[in-house]
């Protein structure tokens, strides 16, 4: 199973912007659909963003309009670009490959801390 290396979280003030990535092991390709995940201190692991091997997105609501997900078959990554961030989306965040139940794979790797602070 392709497994994934999240990057690019830090510590960036309100307003401000990340892009974080996500690296896989193998090809990315043949997999239905990318997830971004986040999970908040004492909050569960939530679903932020999907894109399907078609290119359909979806977006959990309180980020719509300020992410955006893509994601690169060619160079086997998937990208997370956070704009007009905010305190709530402090979180460690994570990338994983969905099953077409759209149930993420086992295997989570270590995410990226982002941390929205002035």
Known sequence: QVQFVESGGGLVQPG??????C??????SSIFAMAWYRQ????RRESVAQITRGGSTWYLDSVKGRFTIS?????????????SLKPEDTAV???N????SYVPYDYWGQGTQVTVSS
Do not use: F
């Open 16 to 21: 401000g912007s990340l892009r974080l990535s």
């Open 23 to 28: 690296a896989a092991s193998g090809s990315i």
């Open 40 to 43: 908040g201190p004492g909050k």
């Open 71 to 83: 994601r690169d078959d060619a160079k086997n990554t998937v990208n997370l670009q956070m704009n």
């Open 93 to 95: 965040y994570y990338c």
């Open 97 to 100: 490959g969905l099953w077409p």
